[in-house]
């Protein structure tokens, strides 16, 4: 049954961020990231930050845990940081532009390099680096030759360290006033180049130095910082209006999917509840104000944060226009067992009725339909998913092919469901930008050899590859796919 005709504009794309795909650490006048120390890790072992302290020891610290206070982000040579080389869109891009143009891309989701803008980060006074300016501008150029609409995500995932060592990143006032000034001067420029922005990425799952630049891990600290973020992006949307009547501004959340593990009411209560602990954020920014279990919610959570009257208006004022979101799985909710947090959403207990992918994430295209209708029905807000894949390790065989035919089934199963929720269930959908279309690092792990591309980029884990990009089986598909507007999906 179809009811609802399918967009024919629909933006049908894939996502990158600058912090795993870009690389040129340093280059032409960039300045120092968090995400910078931030070391690889593996499956079972988390990421490290490399940390130093005044007496020149140093210390290889959990990537969510606080930065002591003596203590600071720190480059060791003898150490391979992934998001330093990435896999080298820096250099490549013209190359990668043009693949993903040839596959008929027409949204490509990335993110600018802050410190790429202003190395500090935009205090007073300083002087934006033409040079990180220019580069992205030739980004947009070349995407705009391929039809291409960049999908720009102002702050994903890295702080710049000046903001992060002497504000305490964003649960200082001062980090809006400097955001602001870099949002500004990048809205301003490449307003002819660039209609949709996501000012934030992932804003309910950052925390800690390396997402947050936040350097103690308390509770009120994050949701203070969190606040400060609402701030900055109702303030990013009322600029995007006064600059360009074209822009489009979204909020972006990891919305996976939760269940409860059975109708036990504590289990289904607990559900809702947990599944707020997410939405919260989309209500503040999606509906303008802070729900009613708020208080009850950050009181559990033990934080106690400052709002002012003015600064509630603002929210209230100018809320996102669109609702974002990245959705890899879905997971279950049990009150007597505990949640893990992790990229990619919320890791609980089995759910029998789903396979797992070899990193542990359970694959359920259904919950796509249930999410999408979930959201569509809170908030009546158009929704674009700019997330979604699944990370494999691929094997190149001796001809040189990849044969990903499991990608393929993943992505088809997926999108047949995103079909349904557009064609049958009425949502308002933008568009599907699937996550690293080009092979990128591994947010949660740093691994390379967790792929999600189209195109597979040489490069393992140690960092050690020629960069070279090779069309995957699931490149063709999906130019298929696109060319017929998602007609064609076998
Ligand atoms: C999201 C992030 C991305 C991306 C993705 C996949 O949370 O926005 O940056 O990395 O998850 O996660 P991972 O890289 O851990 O597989």
Request: negative net charge.
């Amino acid at each position: 049954m179809t009811i609802h005709e399918f967009p024919k504009d629909f933006l049908w794309g894939g996502a990158t961020a600058a912090n795993q795909f870009e690389g040129g650490f340093l280059t032409e006048g960039r300045g120092l990231s968090t995400n910078d120390f931030v070391t690889a890790g593996t499956k079972s072992a988390g990421r490290k930050i490399s940390i130093k302290f005044a007496d020149d020891l140093t210390e290889l610290i959990d990537v969510e845990s606080s930065i002591p206070e003596e203590a600071v982000g720190y480059i060791d040579d003898s150490i391979y940081y992934p998001s330093h080389k990435a896999t080298g869109f820096y250099h490549n891009y013209k190359e990668d532009i043009r693949l993903l143009g040839e596959m008929g891309f027409k949204a490509f989701r990335m993110s600018i390099s802050w410190t790429r803008i202003f190395p500090k980060g935009g205090i007073e006074g300083e002087i934006p680096n033409e040079e990180g300016l220019i580069f992205y501008e030739k980004v947009f150029q070349e995407c705009m030759k391929y039809g291409i609409k960049p999908i720009v995500t102002l702050y994903h995932f890295e702080n710049p360290v000046y903001l992060a060592d002497n504000y305490n990143g964003w649960a200082g006032k001062e980090t809006i006033e400097c955001y602001m000034r870099y949002v500004k001067l990048v809205m301003t420029r490449y307003k002819h180049l660039v209609t949709y922005w996501i000012p934030i990425n992932e804003i309910n799952v950052l925390r800690g130095y390396a997402r947050l630049g936040v350097r103690d891990t308390s509770a009120s600290t994050r949701y203070q910082a969190l606040h400060h973020l609402f701030i900055a992006n109702a303030r990013t949307n009322k600029l995007a209006q006064e600059i360009s009547s074209d822009f489009k501004v979204g909020c972006m959340l990891a919305l996976s999917g939760i269940y409860p593990e059975d109708c036990k009411p504590e289990n289904v209560f607990g559900a809702l509840e947990f599944r707020r602990r997410a939405l919260f954020f989309a209500d503040v920014m999606i509906r303008g104000y802070y729900p009613s279990y708020a208080g009850s919610m950050l009181e559990e959570l033990g934080a106690i944060i400052e709002t002012t009257p003015e600064e509630l208006a603002l929210i209230k004022a100018y809320p996102s226009q669109f609702l974002a979101f990245s959705y890899y799985r879905t997971t279950v909710y049990n009150t007597d067992l505990p949640q893990k947090v992790d990229t990619g959403g919320q890791l609980g207990s089995e759910n029998p009725y789903l396979t797992k992918s070899p990193w542990g994430w359970p694959i359920d295209p259904i919950g796509l339909r249930y999410v999408l209708n979930e959201l569509y029905d809170r908030y009546q807000a158009p929704l674009f998913i700019v997330e979604n894949g699944l990370g494999m390790n691929d094997t190149v065989e001796v001809d040189g092919t990849i044969n990903d035919d499991y990608r393929i089934n993943y992505l088809r199963s997926h999108i047949k469901e995103l079909m349904k929720a557009v064609t049958i269930d009425g949502v308002d959908l933008i568009g599907y930008t699937t996550w690293g279309p080009i092979d990128l690092i591994s947010s949660g792990t740093g691994e390379m050899n967790k792929r999600y591309g189209f195109i597979y980029v040489d490069l393992n884990n140690q960092g050690i590859g020629t960069l070279k990009r090779i069309k995957k089986k699931s490149y063709y598909w999906y130019k298929k796919l696109i060319n017929t507007n998602g007609k064609d999906i076998n």
